[in-house]
T-cell receptor, first 117, second 113 residues
Framework: AAGVIQSPRHLIKEKRETATLKCYPIPRHDTVYWYQQGPGQDPQFLISFYEKMQSDKGSIPDRFSAQQFSDYHSELNMSSLELGDSALYFC????????????????FGPGTRLTVL | SQQGEEDPQALSIQEGENATMNCSYKTSINNLQWYRQNSGRGLVHLILIRSNEREKHSGRLRVTLDTSKKSSSLLITASRAADTASYFCATDAGSSNTGKLIFGQGTTLQVKP
């Protein structure tokens, strides 16, 4: 079965540079979530989209922005990168209509490991 | 702030033994999900239990939920070396039903062959 695809898998950037992470959800999934996991930490929710509209927002810095496109893929744009942005960035997808039923299993991609030097 | 706390933080057992991990949370929830993560890799969805369910099984996994105590447990029976991983509980607690998950701190399980 098709899974969530994230690209790139690894990314190395310098401080103050920009980065774009991409996420391709499971086919027919209309909801995308972004999470950040620092070393030895649990994943932290950043932002989510349902049917191409932002649906929720967590602890996402103003330097970060994201959007969901017409084909439901999503991109996380990160500017003015800081050392503390080094982390694993996960994208997850689900069927949004199941969230209201409490049945929104979220399926995660393999993550993008961002290293800021 | 953390929604969930997991207990124990680390667990080491022999192959064939059972492993029990506990998760506590603070607010009311729509559902609670358990995930497995091998070192530095992706999160694998294990099981979802809704707030109106008390117990759920999937293969060697058994999950219980006690909403009165705001706690859940994950039991892995007849553990295998391949079960070595970190296990996270995550709660969907959004009143707006957007589905965002709040993760606990995870339990690191080591199964020795």
């Amino acid at each position: 079965a098709a899974g969530v695809i994230q690209s790139p898998r690894h990314l190395i950037k310098e401080k103050r540079e920009t980065a774009t992470l991409k996420c391709y959800p499971i086919p027919r999934h209309d909801t995308v979530y972004w999470y950040q996991q620092g070393p030895g930490q649990d994943p932290q929710f950043l932002i989510s989209f349902y049917e191409k509209m932002q649906s929720d927002k967590g602890s996402i810095p103003d330097r970060f922005s994201a959007q969901q496109f017409s084909d439901y893929h999503s991109e996380l744009n990160m500017s003015s990168l800081e050392l503390g942005d080094s982390a694993l960035y996960f994208c997850a997808s689900s069927l949004g209509r199941r969230a209201g039923l409490g049945l929104n299993e979220q399926f995660f991609g393999p993550g993008t490991r961002l290293t800021v030097l | 702030s953390q929604q969930g706390e997991e207990d124990p933080q680390a667990l080491s057992i022999q192959e064939g033994e059972n492993a029990t991990m506990n998760c506590s949370y603070k607010t009311s929830i729509n559902n609670l999900q358990w995930y497995r993560q091998n070192s530095g890799r992706g999160l694998v969805h294990l099981i979802l239990i809704r707030s109106n369910e008390r117990e759920k099984h999937s293969g060697r996994l058994r999950v219980t939920l006690d909403t009165s105590k705001k706690s859940s447990s994950l039991l892995i029976t007849a553990s295998r070396a391949a079960d070595t991983a970190s296990y996270f509980c995550a709660t969907d607690a959004g009143s707006s039903n957007t589905g965002k998950l709040i993760f606990g701190q995870g339990t690191t399980l080591q199964v020795k062959p």
